[in-house]
C-alpha cells in the first residue's frame, strides 16, 4: 500500500512570496489533515478534510493561507504571502474511519522563507 | 494549561533499561490516545494507540491510560538505541474524528 506522498520535500522562498504545497492520501482515506510543525513543537492542525469538505479549519490564517481538496482525493495548502514566521515542516496526513483515526503522515514540505 | 502536556526531556536511559515517557491531557472528554515516534527530520509514526483504561502492550512497547487521572503513559522495555527519537502524545477528543491535539513531545536518548 502507497504511503502519503507530498511535494516538493523542500523550498526556500522569500518573504511576501507565495508558495504551494501537494498531497496525495492513502487511497480509501476520506479524511485529510494539514499540520505545521515548527521545529522543536508539536504538529499543529491547520486544516482538516472529511472527503471534499472542511472539519476544521480553526487555526487555519485564513488571510494568508488557503487549502482545497478536490474530488476528496488531493489536496493542495497554499500560503500567500509568506512570513519569516511560516518557515517550518508542513505535514499532510490521512486517515480512515475504521481505524480509530490513526494517522498516517506523508514525508512533509520543509519551509524556508528569508 | 496546555491541551496536552508532555516533559520536553530529553530523557536519557542505558541501552537495555525501562524508558517511561508521561502525558497528561485538559480535556476530560477526550476519547483516543496515540503515541506517535519521530525521528530526527522524519514524519511522525505511530507506536501505539489505546482507547480505554489500562494497559496496552504491543512488543517492547506499553501504552497505559488513565482517564479520571487524564494520564497516559508510554513503556518501552529494553531500550535500544535505535528507539533515539521525540516521541509525541496526540488526544482525540472524541471517536467521531475530531480535531487531534499534539503534545510538544518527550525527546528520549537511548546511551549505548
Known amino acids: 500500500e502507497a504511503g502519503v506522498a507530498q511535494s516538493p520535500r523542500y523550498k526556500i522562498i522569500e518573504k511576501r512570496q507565495s508558495v504551494a504545497f501537494w498531497c496525495n492520501p492513502i487511497?480509501?482515506?476520506?479524511?485529510l489533515y494539514w499540520y505545521q510543525q515548527i521545529l522543536g513543537q508539536g504538529p499543529k492542525l491547520l486544516i482538516q478534510?472529511?472527503?471534499?469538505?472542511?472539519?476544521?479549519d480553526s487555526q487555519l490564517p485564513k488571510d494568508r493561507f488557503s487549502a482545497e481538496r478536490l474530488k476528496g482525493v488531493d489536496s493542495t495548502l497554499k500560503i500567500q504571502p509568506a512570513k519569516l514566521e511560516d518557515s517550518a515542516v508542513y505535514l499532510c496526513?490521512?486517515?480512515?474511519?475504521?481505524?480509530?483515526?490513526?494517522?498516517?503522515f506523508g514525508p512533509g514540505t520543509r519551509l524556508t522563507v528569508t | 494549561q496546555k491541551e496536552v502536556e508532555q516533559n520536553s526531556g530529553p530523557l536519557s536511559v542505558p541501552e537495555g533499561a525501562i524508558a517511561s515517557l508521561n502525558c497528561t491531557y485538559s480535556?476530560?472528554?477526550?476519547?483516543?490516545f496515540f503515541w506517535y515516534r519521530q525521528y530526527s527530520g522524519k514524519s511522525p509514526e505511530l507506536i501505539m494507540s489505546?482507547?480505554?483504561?489500562g494497559d496496552k502492550e504491543d512488543g517492547r512497547f506499553t501504552a497505559q491510560l488513565n482517564k479520571a487521572s487524564q494520564y497516559v503513559s508510554l513503556l518501552i522495555r529494553d531500550s535500544q538505541p535505535s528507539d533515539s527519537a521525540t516521541y509525541l502524545c496526540?488526544?482525540?477528543?472524541?471517536?467521531?474524528?475530531?480535531?487531534?491535539?499534539f503534545g510538544a513531545g518527550t525527546r528520549l536518548f537511548v546511551k549505548a
Open positions: 487511497s480509501g482515506h476520506a479524511t
Open positions: 478534510f472529511q472527503n471534499n469538505g472542511v472539519v476544521d
Open positions: 480535556d476530560r472528554v477526550s476519547q483516543s
Open positions: 496526540a488526544v482525540n477528543p472524541r471517536t467521531g474524528g475530531f480535531k487531534t491535539i
Open positions: 489505546i482507547y480505554s483504561n
Open positions: 496526513a490521512s486517515s480512515f474511519p475504521g481505524q480509530g483515526y490513526v494517522q498516517y
